[in-house]
């Protein structure tokens, strides 16, 4: 089993609907979580860090479910600008041990 | 310059050259990362050095070898690599391990190997 999956997609999302997708880890003692966001050939840049009790960054949603290993990310009123890769990041208190997810590919559409 | 800098940003190499990826980071951080990225495939981790010593070596071949002289700058220096070594290799920073802020990454080197 991978330590990080997401779903691939891509998911196609009408410019303004809201989309919201997971990504599941393996690692129990996993300690922090983060969603970061990477445009085609580009470098990954953190979109945001994804605390305990859920948290919200403008349109973005992020939540973390413990007892069922998973994080969570919702984007709503999704603008043409949000398609994008989304990786999902989870690490340990430990040297260079973020795990990545391979990424899930967002496309908004006109 | 702020970030995270790499050069250079495009490398063609042949098998039998050897070359080098520069990385330099102005955010003052501790913590330096490189990390291979193939087509649709998570990000591997390759090295890690903290405080200018490596802490952390997945398993990568020899014939990639890192550098990192003081904290700012990292190296990954290349020779006789194979076609499936052709990736984009990021550079990344942290301060510490990084489980509060995340890392910083630069913007890549895209190496293909001929």
């Known amino acids: 089993r991978k330590e990080v999956e997401q779903d691939p997609g891509p998911f196609n999302v009408p410019e303004g609907a809201t989309v919201a997708f997971n990504c599941t880890y393996s690692n129990s003692a996993s300690q922090s979580f983060f969603w970061y966001r990477q445009d085609c050939r580009k470098e990954p840049k953190l979109l945001m860090s994804v605390y305990s009790s859920g948290n919200e960054d403008g349109r973005f949603t992020a939540q973390l479910n413990r007892a069922s290993q998973y994080i969570s990310l919702l984007i709503r009123d999704s603008k043409l600008s949000d398609s994008a890769t989304y990786l999902c990041?989870?690490?340990?208190?430990?040297?260079?041990?973020?795990?990545f997810g391979a990424g899930t590919q967002v496309v908004v559409t006109p | 310059e702020t970030g995270v800098t790499q050069t250079p940003r495009h490398l063609v190499m042949g098998m039998t050259n050897k070359k080098s990826l520069k990385c330099e980071q102005h955010?003052?951080?501790?913590?330096m990362y490189w990390y291979k990225q193939s087509a649709k495939k998570p990000l591997e981790l390759m090295f890690v050095?903290?405080?200018?010593?490596?802490?952390e070596n997945n398993s990568v071949p020899s014939r990639f070898s890192p550098e990192c002289p003081n904290s700012s700058h990292l190296f990954l220096h290349l020779h006789t690599l194979q076609p499936e070594d052709s990736a984009l290799y990021l550079c990344?920073?942290?301060?510490?391990?990084?489980?509060?802020?995340?890392?910083?990454f630069g913007s890549g080197t895209r190496l293909t190997v001929v």
């Open positions: 990041v989870v690490t340990t208190d430990s040297w260079g041990k973020f795990q």
């Open positions: 990344a920073s942290s301060q510490d391990r990084g489980n509060n802020y995340g890392y910083t």
């Open positions: 050095y903290s405080l200018e010593e490596r802490v």
């Open positions: 955010l003052g951080h501790n913590a």
